[in-house]
Structures are given as structure tokens and as C-alpha cells.
């Protein structure tokens, strides 16, 4: 069905609930694809294999373990669901952005094609020094609190649980910078505020990173 949609942003407000939805419809089929994809690519390329190499020289030659027959099925979904973020996010950003174009300026809406594409960027960027940076340095401190009295017997959905996560934090922080551009560009706040309250944006961002650390 084509989506109900005005140039000057004039219509029913049934119309516009009616775009709403397929919008929404539309995003979720894309994050759907996203993570078939993912899922995919996940079984293929062997990415299990590839992304537990930065925890196996702590593992005193073994490998991960896992206590549930369903632990490999779950960590193949998350892994789907991350590829899956990634590969959804430009369709659902355009999507968020068609919704809204019509009550924007025109020089507003020159900013939507080059944010999107940032997004995308900022996120694969987050996700990727989450991985070959952060990920490295934690585990080193880690395992180096340990005792050596200890063996380390860590299992697939903890470690990929732990993993997915990092890198989907790592990927939504990367997106701040967007956020404050499409305020900045929609008139919400100004180089002005963001330089006045600059001081108090960088107390709160320890704070927030002590008690996510």
C-alpha cells in the first residue's frame, strides 16, 4: 500500500496515523532482513569463531563452554540482532525522517541524507573500537584480577551476552554526536547552550560511564 503522504505537510490526522504505521511497518521489516542477514552472515562467515579469538589466550587452552542446549541458538540470534541494528539503521532513520520532513525547513531537511549516512558510520565506528580496543583492555584487567588457584570456565551466551552488549552501547554512545546536530538543526538548542552547559556535560558523562563501568 503507498504511504499517505503531503509536500507542504497538510493532512487528516488519520493520514498521518495511517503513514505513522506503515512507517513503523516498514522499519520493522527492515530490521527483520537486517537480522535474517545477520543471522546468515553469522552461520557463513564463522563469526562465532572469529569474535571469541579475543577471550581464548585467557581460557589456559581451553575453549568457551556452554550449559544449555540452547546457548549456540542464542548467541546466533545476537549476533543477528547486531548485524541486524546495523544493517536497519539508514532504512529506519529514513523513515523517521520522511515522517517528520514535511513540518521541517528546507534547509533542514538538507541535513537528513548526510545525517543518516553519519549514523550509520558513528555506529560501525562504536561497534568496531568496542570490539578491536575496549574489549581487549577489559579482558586483560579482567582476568588479571584473578587468582591463579582459579580456572576460568566462561560460557558462549555469558561471553557473547557481555560482548553484544558492549558493542551495542559502544555503537548507541557514538550516536550522541547526531543527536546533537538534528537538535541544533531543528533550532532545540544552540552552540551557545551546548558551550554554556559544556562543563556539566562532561561531570555527567563520568558519571554515567562510572556506573555503566
Not at 503531503?6 to 513503523?24: C, K, N, T, V, Y
Not at 511497518?25 to 546468515?40: C, D, K, P, R, T
Request: include cysteine; aromatic fraction near 12%.
Amino acid at each position: 500500500m503507498r504511504i499517505p503522504k503531503s509536500s507542504a505537510g497538510e493532512m487528516p490526522f488519520l493520514d498521518h496515523l495511517e503513514e505513522l504505521r506503515w512507517r513503523i511497518i516498514y522499519s520493522l521489516g527492515a530490521l527483520v532482513i537486517g537480522i535474517g542477514i545477520g543471522f546468515f552472515a553469522t552461520l557463513k562467515l564463522d563469526l562465532i569463531l572469529w569474535l571469541q579469538k579475543p577471550v581464548l589466550p585467557y581460557l589456559r587452552g581451553q575453549t568457551l563452554v556452554y550449559t544449555h542446549p540452547g546457548d549456540t541458538f542464542s548467541v546466533l540470534l545476537q549476533m543477528a540482532l547486531v548485524v541486524g541494528i546495523a544493517v536497519a539503521l539508514p532504512v529506519i532513520g529514513y523513515n523517521v525522517c520522511a515522517f517528520l520532513s514535511p513540518a521541517l525547513y528546507k534547509h533542514e531537511r538538507r541535513v537528513v541524507i548526510p545525517v543518516l549516512f553519519a549514523a550509520t558510520l558513528l555506529f560501525a565506528g562504536g561497534v568496531a573500537m568496542s570490539y578491536f580496543l575496549v574489549l581487549p583492555m577489559t579482558l586483560k584487567f579482567l582476568f588479571g584480577l584473578e587468582a591463579t588457584s582459579l580456572t576460568p570456565m566462561i560460557t558462549v551466551s555469558e561471553y557473547f551476552g557481555f560482548v553484544t552488549s558492549m558493542c551495542l552501547a559502544f555503537g548507541g554512545v557514538f550516536e550522541v554526536p547526531i543527536v546533537i546536530v538534528m537538535l541544533s538543526a531543528f533550532g532545540i538548542v544552540s552552540p551557545q547552550t551546548l558551550g554554556k552547559f559544556r562543563k556539566y556535560a562532561i561531570v555527567i558523562s563520568y558519571g554515567v560511564s562510572a556506573i555503566i563501568t
